[in-house]
């Protein structure tokens, strides 16, 4: 199994790029992006699943169950330092994006109950982190973290500067141990700017089962369905992911790598 997700030309929805359980051999996280054209509509909802939408560029309108958001998200590209517009939408509920102009659409599911409402996650809502020193600084966006509600889903967004690492030291989190790790599905949604860039991100687990070191290319997604996960982006290549996890507990405790802890311990 590779666990690396190429795009392809949009199919009649806009789809460029899907990940489900059954194609990822996993539990809970599903995950798509749409490039919508100006005008063009994506109706969906899940029975079972709650969703995510993050307007990861672009401006459109949303709806979902009987509550309506017009006119979100506006930012030019995933690059640009704003925080992206989300909408919220529990399970059991239908929702409806129409796109004013070019949209590239990211739909994050995961498993979900109803009950809960509809809502907007509004960009200035979204808290902003400085992460790790020198060439292990990266910025954060937290879209859906785990203090806000939902049933499954955590949603968050990356900038990693050319020439500097991320999800670094090499943490995991794929074992429920209370108070020191989650067992969390993830995957990465990778961007570059330039787009002709390339970065890489490497997968592994402490007996070597898995051992994948990944060439990414803007557009790709990485699945970490257990193990480590760190990510380098080269000098000149600016790196942005989006990240959706899912697991038993919502809830965000990792591992390092104990090879690499030293890293961050003399800090």
Known sequence: MTLRVRPHAPDATGCVLEVTPESAGWDRVGFRVHRLTPGQMLAGGGVDREACLVVLSGTADIAAGDAAFPGIGGRASVFEDVAPAAVYVPAETRYRVTARDAVELAVCTAPGTPGRAPRLIAPETMTREVRGEATNQRFVRNILPQDEPADSLLVVEVITPGGHWSSYPPHKHDRDVPGEETALEETYYHRLNPPQGFAFQRVYTDDRSIDETITVEDG?????????????????????YLNVMAGPKREWIFKNDPAHAWIVARN
């Open 220 to 240: 790709d997604v990485v699945m970490a369905p257990r193990g480590y996960h760190p990510v380098g982006a080269p000098h000149g290549y600016d790196l942005y």
